[in-house]
Structure formats: structure tokens, C-alpha cells
């Protein structure tokens, strides 16, 4: 005797889904990761930036896999959440440290920097080690590279 296939009622199977994807309800995608490595900053707008003497003080962050995002100014933390689903991506609740710069150009390259990452709307990765944020028009507010 030849036994047949049991067909999975059609509630058993939206089910079976729904469990499998239940998993994947965070806003963060995994299409084009972002998260693990640390960014840093190699131009500001359209203008490029040079790379400091000490890399742990170059402006840089760090996505991690449970939305938060993490770096540095050059003088300042700065931490905060981010939402990121296919190549949209907003950080949002950015908090800083608030200690003065020692040179008024870091100082200002560092407010520039902030306000880029605040205006992010979208993102492109150039393989695997550059990260161009862009603002809601498109325009490349920062250009970052991972090491």
C-alpha cells in the first residue's frame, strides 16, 4: 500500500511562516549589513578629510546588531539608536558628549560631522569597506571607510 502526502492546511502553513519570519521583525535588514565594523569618516560633504595622527581620535562609528550606534567626533562620544531597512537609514536619540574641542577646526569639522549623521536618510556600500551616507535629496553627506 503507497502512502500519500499529507497536505499542510493552509493555516498550518501561515503559521509555519509567521514563526520562521517572527524572528526577523526588527528594522534592521540584513541585505546590505552595515553593522560590526568601525566606520570612520573620510569625507565630509564634498570635501575630503584627511586622517588624523591618532585613529582612535579620527570622527567614526560603529553600527551594532541591536540598533544602536556608537563613535566619536574627534573630541566628542556620541551614541544613540538607528533604523535601517534596505538602504533607508535613520539614526535618531543622538547624544553627545558636550567637552570643547582643543582646535576650533576640529571642533567645527565634529559639529558638521554630527549634523551629517542626523540628516541621514539613505546609505550605499562600495563593497565591503565604504559607506556613503546620503541625505533625503540623495546628496552624499558623509563618505565613511571601515579598515
Known sequence: MRSRPV?????????????????CG???SLDEPIEGPVWRLSQL?????????????????????????SGSGGCNQVSGAFVRNGS???MRQLASTRMA????????????FFAALQATASYRLSGPSQLTLLDAGGNT???LTSR
Open 45 to 69: 560633504g564634498s570635501e575630503a578629510v584627511a586622517p588624523g595622527g591618532d585613529p582612535r581620535r579620527d570622527p567614526q562609528i560603529q553600527f551594532d546588531r541591536s540598533g544602536r550606534v
Open 101 to 112: 574641542c582643543a582646535d576650533p577646526a576640529a571642533g567645527a569639522k565634529e559639529a558638521q
Open 26 to 28: 526588527s528594522a534592521v
Open 141 to 143: 553627506v558623509a563618505m
Open 7 to 23: 497536505a499542510m492546511p493552509a493555516f498550518a502553513a501561515f503559521l509555519l511562516a509567521a514563526t520562521l519570519l517572527s524572528g
Open 88 to 90: 533607508a537609514l535613520q
